[in-house]
């Protein structure tokens, strides 16, 4: 992956994550391992700019799911009446991160690269 493409995917992951400078080694291991995974599962060398987004949706929800990135506390339910204020489990977070990032393999199979079988009797 070209150096100029992974820093915006990088710069995109910072911002979608309101990350701070002295986090961008964390993102940027993480793009680098959301980007691997792409050309693994496509069998490519390369990335095709249309997949920047979903490599950064990707190492994003990678963070998330690492608890690298402070989500806060996401509010189940408000009661109005005696103030009731009920709180998301964050295990249950982490599962429906991981259940998403599965639908992703719609997405990268339109890049998927076939691995053909090499002729070895072409040449007699």
């Known amino acids: 992956m070209a ?14 994550m309101k990350m701070s400078e002295t986090e961008e080694s964390s993102a940027r291991r993480y793009v680098r391992r959301a980007v691997d995974k792409i050309l693994i599962y496509c ?5 095709p700019e ?4 979903t490599a950064a949706q990707i190492a994003e929800d990678m963070l998330k ?3 690298l990135v402070s989500t806060g506390k996401e509010t189940s339910s408000v009661t109005r009446g005696d103030t009731t ?11 429906a991160t991981v259940d998403f990032m599965k639908n992703y393999e ?12 090499k002729d070895n009797h072409a040449g007699s």
């Open 3 to 16: 150096s100029e493409q992974e820093n915006r995917i990088v710069a995109e992951v910072m911002d979608n």
């Open 43 to 47: 069998c490519r060398e390369d990335l």
């Open 50 to 53: 249309r997949l920047e987004g």
């Open 65 to 67: 799911a690492d608890l």
């Open 85 to 95: 204020i009920s709180y998301r489990d964050p295990s249950a977070s982490r599962s």
């Open 106 to 117: 719609t997405s990268l199979n339109h890049y998927k690269k076939m691995r053909l079988p």
